[in-house]
């Protein structure tokens, strides 16, 4: 057997502690979701207890989900999270799908989405930023027409690069940013908060409101969605597993603690929007908490809330590229990528490779600004694999029960089948809603498999 190059031997660096890796869950989940999703959730419940009861139930999903996570993650603490899982629970292949739909759809277009929502954030303040830069006079952009390239987006690709750059130079100074700028999200978060609880503007009336809404198990469903894509992230850091310090207790804590964290923000961050904002109100906005600060502060108050969103798609953005880069890392790793984006670099002990593919591509996708469409096809099929990822723990233990478990899942078997449950229901309604969308999605990601069985045959041979 030839002995593999020295980048090859190299491991990552285990630098990330307790408080990088839950700043990693709350900074990644808390993107500019909470800013926005309240108006969809409204529109399909009607009234703020709903939208409430919606919040904690999704909240008590992703909590399930992490507590599920947190068994296979002290198992098996290495680079790239469900990759490891999946390969291990149903074989190579699956690992690979999963993988191979976070490099080229999932992760990076949330990446570009995260980017060019700063961008839009920050045109309220620099309006020139909306203007065409460059026309490409090739039916590459929106049903066929010339692809318009706005200064917006070579900004986003701008802040892509950089933060690609600052996590190639080390995980503890990526990990250092993203505990930064969480802290100073989540401080202004609660400004928010605060100002929208005690200001005389509003009235605990508000939440005995309602707006006109789909209503009914449906409207139910419909609104979880939205909650579940807002709480979507807590399962980033499971990615850089290998580079969490004592990783058997750190993991599940930051798991725990994170996912926790981010449940409390918004259930008061919707306690403040609904006791300025009637039902009515919240359902007629797109951004809410835009509106809500209108209200009490005038537009000093909507310029605030740009900030807020801002640095909070900048810490998401900043977890997504850290945690991201692990997982075509790991695949290399197996043979089962380009084997280039398996290097280690010798000095920053980073996967340096793979953090610049990643980047690099998301900022591609940013300048063809297909992103949202990619990442709309593969919801359907990303969710199936992270229903079979928690699975994974009912699986491993009849597959796998010799493997060590520092951490045992908290309500086993239940929280796990919980919580595959509430996935299944989250596919169900994303094939009813989305058919075509959908199967488009597994389209996308089987075209991956003559790729896998290229690798596969290449270790062989």
Known sequence: MTEKPADQRLDLKRDLGIWSAAAIVVGTVIGSGIFLVPNAMVKNVGTPAMVFAVWIFGGMLSLFGALSYAELATAMPEAGGEYNYLREAYGPVWGFLYGWTQMWVAKSGSIATLATGFFIYLANFRPELEGIWVVVPLPLGESGHPLEIRYGQLLAMAVIAVLGLINYFGVRVGGDVQVTVTL????????????????????????????????????????????????DGWNNVVMVASEVRQPQRNLPLALIIGTLAVVAVYLLTNLAYFRVLPADAVASTDRVAGEMMRRVLGDRGAGAVSIAAMISIFAALNGSILSGARVPFAMARDGLFFRRVGFVHPEHRTPSVSILVLSGWAAILVLSGRYDQLYTYVIF?????????????????????????????????????IFVLGIGCLVVS??????RESLLGLGLISLGLPFYFYWKRSQSG
């Open 430 to 435: 994303t094939l009813l809603k989305s058919p």
């Open 184 to 231: 100073l999200k989540v401080a202004l978060i609660g400004g928010i908060i605060v100002i929208g609880l005690a200001t005389a503007h509003g009235t605990t009336a508000n939440y005995h409101t309602s707006a006109a809404a789909a209503g009914g198990i449906a409207g139910f469903f419909a609104a979880l969605v939205a909650a579940l894509w807002a709480y």
């Open 381 to 417: 099929a990303s969710a199936i694999l992270y229903g079979m990822a928690t699975a994974a723990v009912i699986v491993l233990r009849f597959k796998r029960p010799d493997l060590p478990r520092p951490y045992r899942t908290l309500g086993y078997p239940w929280v796990p089948v």
